[in-house]
């Protein structure tokens, strides 16, 4: 099988996930759901565990619990974020981690930023200013918006995260194969979150309810998850990820759409152009 047929498959699982994510939180705690959600997908990943080869050094398992560490609190971010804003809005965001990567790429890597990543850049800049222009078209509204919203915030911060992240992930996949990372990784992430919400919440109580109240669409979400996640790296495993990212972008277009149209959210088909446009300056950014 193609490549690029796991990438679009990752995109279309990342989608659904997304959106049930989304129809989750509209009645569950982000911290209940993330932490049962990081649960379920360590324990989908325990059985593949055993089928790949353990011969890892302690220095790469620091390395990757310190990542899974960004990780945990990016996705917390975006968990909390989501139950406060419109997936139609959250989903095309999700763009910013590629700008935000390439910033931090030419800071920390000294990498140049070539003319037509900064057309890459300026697309998604643009885009993400119109995705909150009203229809009276009052250029001051989407300012007002970037700076008061602290859903928009927490946004922001997790892509910062997760961009340090993909720099960390782009050293440990020198070391070790894709799928066995992505493993390891949810495995560290849930006992991050279960210290988390053992010192935030009521730890074990809460898991519980979390699992009681919503437990079956949390198994359905790290189904998918995992899912997706598995497919991305076999896709990467076979293709550069340069061609295999932007494919993967797809899931914020179809989550756009897709999730605005079944939450009854406004101006859907806006966003999603919105959001194909951020996807297309992603793809300059990457392949510039």
Request: charged share 10%; hydrophobic share 55%.
């Amino acid at each position: 099988m193609e490549w690029y047929v796991f990438a679009f498959g990752s995109a279309v699982l990342g989608a659904i996930s997304a959106i049930i994510e989304k129809k989750t939180l509209l009645k569950e705690n982000p911290l209940e759901f993330s932490t049962v959600l990081a649960l379920f997908n360590a324990l989908i990943s325990l059985p593949i565990l055993f089928f790949v080869s353990w011969s890892i050094s302690y220095s790469l398992l620091l390395l990757i619990y310190l990542v899974s560490i960004l990780a945990t609190i990016a996705f917390y971010l975006v968990s909390k974020a989501l139950r406060h804003m419109n997936i139609s809005i959250e989903s095309p965001l999700l763009n910013f981690e590629t700008v935000i990567l390439v910033v931090l790429a030419s800071l920390v890597l000294g990498e140049a930023v070539s003319k037509i990543q900064l057309a890459g850049i300026l697309i998604i800049v643009i885009s993400g200013y119109l995705l909150e222009l009203p229809k009276n078209l009052n250029f001051k509204t989407p300012i007002r918006v970037f700076l008061k919203s602290k859903s928009i915030h927490m946004i922001f911060i997790a892509m910062v995260l997760y961009a340090f992240t993909s720099i960390g992930d782009k050293v440990v996949l020198g070391y070790i194969e894709p799928i066995k990372y992505i493993l390891i990784a949810q495995v560290f992430i849930s006992i991050n979150f279960v210290i988390m919400i053992s010192i935030f919440q009521n730890g074990l109580h809460s898991i519980r309810h979390g699992i009681r109240n919503a437990g079956k669409y949390v198994l359905l979400t790290a189904i998918f998850t995992t899912s997706y996640r598995l497919l991305q790296a076999t896709a990467t495993s076979m293709a550069l990820i340069s061609l295999v990212i932007p494919i993967k972008k797809l899931s914020t277009v179809i989550s756009t759409f897709f999730g605005g149209e079944l939450f009854h959210e406004k101006r859907v088909i806006f966003k999603s152009l919105i959001a194909l446009v951020m996807v297309f300056g992603a793809v300059l950014i990457i392949l510039g």
